[in-house]
């Protein structure tokens, strides 16, 4: 069983920067890749971004690449969503989540994810 944390959202003027982290306890986190998806009001819940187990490969939501950069550090058991340009568009709450994987590429389908954190609310003022 895997426990997810996440932390770091709040609120950020249009072209701020804010930095996610998403705690793991319990499990092998090295064994897992981990996703970020979001969820706007009244909105289904997306794929963000998503990266394997060992931090060789990433995927990225066309609406957020170049703006946002996920990373992971297994010693710490933590994975990070680095956000930046941030505009409205991307107010939402922010989950992260973790698939056991032995795969190269980490999946981008929610309903292939094990785990999820609670949610983290960010929120991008114009």
């Known amino acids: 069983q895997v426990q997810l944390v996440e932390s770091g959202g709040g609120l950020v003027q249009a072209g701020g920067s804010l930095r996610l982290s998403c705690a793991a306890s319990?499990?092998?986190?090295?064994?897992?890749?981990m996703g970020w998806f979001r969820q706007a009001p009244g909105k289904e819940r997306e794929f963000v971004v998503a990266?394997?187990?060992?931090?060789?490969?990433?995927v990225y939501a066309d609406s957020v690449k170049g703006r946002f950069t996920i990373s992971r550090d297994n010693a710490k058991k933590t994975v990070y969503l680095q956000m930046n340009s941030l505009n409205p568009e991307d107010t939402a709450v922010y989950y992260c989540?973790?698939?056991?994987?032995?795969?190269?590429?980490?999946?981008?389908?929610?309903?292939?994810?094990?785990?999820w954190g609670q949610g983290t609310q960010v929120t991008v003022s114009s």
């Open positions: 990266i394997n187990r060992s931090g060789s490969s990433t």
């Open positions: 989540a973790a698939h056991y994987s032995v795969s190269y590429r980490p999946k981008t389908t929610g309903d292939l994810y094990d785990y």
């Open positions: 319990g499990g092998s986190f090295s064994s897992y890749a």
